[in-house]
Protein backbone atom coordinates (compact mmCIF):
# COMPACT_ATOMS: atom_id res chain seq x y z
CA UNK A 1 0.00 0.00 0.00
CA UNK A 2 1.20 3.28 -0.67
CA UNK A 3 2.10 6.26 1.59
CA UNK A 4 -0.18 8.95 2.10
CA UNK A 5 1.05 12.36 1.67
CA UNK A 6 -1.47 13.73 4.08
CA UNK A 7 -0.93 13.43 7.58
CA UNK A 8 -3.65 10.97 8.99
CA UNK A 9 -4.63 9.24 12.07
CA UNK A 10 -6.85 9.41 15.10
CA UNK A 11 -7.79 12.37 17.12
CA UNK A 12 -7.87 11.69 21.30
CA UNK A 13 -10.06 14.84 22.92
CA UNK A 14 -9.15 16.41 25.93
CA UNK A 15 -13.04 17.27 26.57
CA UNK A 16 -14.50 13.94 24.83
CA UNK A 17 -18.05 15.66 26.41
CA UNK A 18 -18.18 18.14 23.92
CA UNK A 19 -17.62 15.84 21.05
CA UNK A 20 -20.66 14.65 19.39
CA UNK A 21 -20.21 11.60 17.48
CA UNK A 22 -18.94 7.99 17.32
CA UNK A 23 -14.87 7.16 18.39
CA UNK A 24 -12.69 7.29 17.34
CA UNK A 25 -12.08 10.10 15.57
CA UNK A 26 -10.09 10.17 12.30
CA UNK A 27 -8.56 12.91 10.59
CA UNK A 28 -7.76 13.17 7.17
CA UNK A 29 -5.33 15.58 7.08
CA UNK A 30 -3.04 17.98 9.00
CA UNK A 31 -5.35 20.51 8.64
CA UNK A 32 -8.39 18.55 10.00
CA UNK A 33 -6.24 17.61 13.12
CA UNK A 34 -5.45 21.29 13.38
CA UNK A 35 -8.91 22.46 13.97
CA UNK A 36 -10.10 18.94 16.07
CA UNK A 37 -7.43 20.56 18.56
CA UNK A 38 -9.03 24.36 17.96
CA UNK A 39 -12.96 22.94 18.40
CA UNK A 40 -12.00 20.68 21.24
CA UNK A 41 -9.89 23.10 23.38
CA UNK A 42 -12.12 26.76 22.35
CA UNK A 43 -14.27 27.47 25.22
CA UNK A 44 -16.67 29.30 23.21
CA UNK A 45 -16.95 25.97 21.21
CA UNK A 46 -20.02 23.75 23.14
CA UNK A 47 -20.40 21.09 21.08
CA UNK A 48 -18.45 19.75 17.86
CA UNK A 49 -18.34 16.63 15.31
CA UNK A 50 -16.35 15.08 12.22
CA UNK A 51 -17.80 13.61 9.44
CA UNK A 52 -21.57 13.62 11.76
CA UNK A 53 -23.56 15.47 9.02
CA UNK A 54 -24.22 14.05 6.05
CA UNK A 55 -25.64 15.80 3.04
CA UNK A 56 -27.09 14.13 0.07
CA UNK A 57 -26.53 15.95 -3.44
CA UNK A 58 -26.79 15.10 -6.97
CA UNK A 59 -23.35 15.05 -9.15
CA UNK A 60 -23.97 16.44 -12.98
CA UNK A 61 -21.33 14.52 -14.45
CA UNK A 62 -23.41 11.08 -13.36
CA UNK A 63 -26.55 12.30 -12.86
CA UNK A 64 -27.10 9.85 -9.51
CA UNK A 65 -27.12 10.99 -5.46
CA UNK A 66 -24.07 10.52 -3.62
CA UNK A 67 -23.57 11.66 0.18
CA UNK A 68 -21.36 14.29 0.86
CA UNK A 69 -19.54 13.41 4.94
CA UNK A 70 -19.39 17.36 6.11
CA UNK A 71 -15.91 17.38 7.85
CA UNK A 72 -16.47 19.20 10.66
CA UNK A 73 -19.90 20.67 12.19
CA UNK A 74 -19.82 22.91 15.55
CA UNK A 75 -21.63 25.16 17.82
CA UNK A 76 -20.64 28.09 19.39
CA UNK A 77 -21.54 30.63 21.81
CA UNK A 78 -20.81 34.24 21.37
CA UNK A 79 -20.49 36.79 23.94
CA UNK A 80 -23.96 37.78 24.18
CA UNK A 81 -24.73 33.80 24.87
CA UNK A 82 -26.39 33.43 21.05
CA UNK A 83 -25.72 29.51 19.60
CA UNK A 84 -24.10 29.65 15.87
CA UNK A 85 -24.02 25.98 14.06
CA UNK A 86 -21.57 25.79 11.02
CA UNK A 87 -20.92 23.10 9.03
CA UNK A 88 -17.31 23.08 7.39
CA UNK A 89 -14.84 21.88 4.51
CA UNK A 90 -11.57 21.63 5.02
CA UNK A 91 -10.17 22.24 1.48
CA UNK A 92 -7.12 23.85 -0.15
CA UNK A 93 -7.43 26.96 -1.33
CA UNK A 94 -6.42 25.77 -4.89
CA UNK A 95 -9.10 23.04 -5.01
CA UNK A 96 -11.67 26.52 -4.55
CA UNK A 97 -10.57 27.64 -7.62
CA UNK A 98 -11.65 26.41 -11.73
CA UNK A 99 -8.55 24.20 -12.74
CA UNK A 100 -6.46 26.32 -15.49
CA UNK A 101 -5.93 24.51 -18.49
CA UNK A 102 -2.07 23.03 -18.81
CA UNK A 103 0.30 25.01 -20.93
CA UNK A 104 1.74 21.46 -22.08
CA UNK A 105 -0.69 19.31 -23.66
CA UNK A 106 0.54 15.99 -22.74
CA UNK A 107 -1.38 12.94 -22.47
CA UNK A 108 -0.14 13.01 -18.74
CA UNK A 109 -1.44 16.93 -18.24
CA UNK A 110 -4.69 16.40 -20.19
CA UNK A 111 -5.76 13.63 -17.60
CA UNK A 112 -4.67 15.31 -14.61
CA UNK A 113 -6.84 18.36 -15.94
CA UNK A 114 -9.72 16.16 -16.93
CA UNK A 115 -9.54 14.52 -13.17
CA UNK A 116 -9.10 18.14 -11.98
CA UNK A 117 -12.47 19.81 -13.72
CA UNK A 118 -14.26 16.37 -11.99
CA UNK A 119 -13.10 16.81 -9.07
CA UNK A 120 -13.99 20.71 -9.16
CA UNK A 121 -17.52 19.96 -10.39
CA UNK A 122 -18.39 17.09 -7.70
CA UNK A 123 -16.70 19.68 -5.15
CA UNK A 124 -19.09 22.75 -6.98
CA UNK A 125 -22.27 19.96 -6.18
CA UNK A 126 -21.58 19.48 -2.65
CA UNK A 127 -21.05 22.85 -1.56
CA UNK A 128 -24.08 23.68 -3.03
CA UNK A 129 -26.40 21.27 -1.56
CA UNK A 130 -24.40 21.92 1.50
CA UNK A 131 -25.38 25.73 1.42
CA UNK A 132 -28.77 24.78 0.95
CA UNK A 133 -29.07 22.18 3.64
CA UNK A 134 -27.55 24.97 6.30
CA UNK A 135 -29.92 27.71 4.91
CA UNK A 136 -33.00 25.15 5.78
CA UNK A 137 -31.59 23.46 9.03
CA UNK A 138 -30.07 26.87 11.11
CA UNK A 139 -26.38 26.32 9.84
CA UNK A 140 -23.54 28.27 8.10
CA UNK A 141 -21.72 26.13 6.01
CA UNK A 142 -18.23 27.55 5.41
CA UNK A 143 -15.01 26.47 3.36
CA UNK A 144 -11.78 26.67 5.39
CA UNK A 145 -8.58 26.99 3.49
CA UNK A 146 -5.11 27.45 4.54
CA UNK A 147 -5.79 31.18 4.42
CA UNK A 148 -8.37 30.80 7.01
CA UNK A 149 -6.05 28.65 8.77
CA UNK A 150 -3.79 30.94 9.00
CA UNK A 151 -1.26 28.14 7.32
Known amino acids: MAKSKWQQGTYEPLYPEKYKGSMPIVYR ?12 THPAIKRWGSESIVIPYRFQVDGKMHRY ?3 VD ?4 D ?3 NIRRYIIEIKPYEQTLPPKEPKRKTQKA ?9 TYQKNQDKWK ?12 FEIWTEKTLGL
Open 110 to 118: IKRYNNEIL
Open 29 to 40: SGWERRVFYFLD
Open 79 to 81: KDG
Open 69 to 71: FID
Open 74 to 77: FEVE
Open 129 to 140: AAEEWARKNGYI
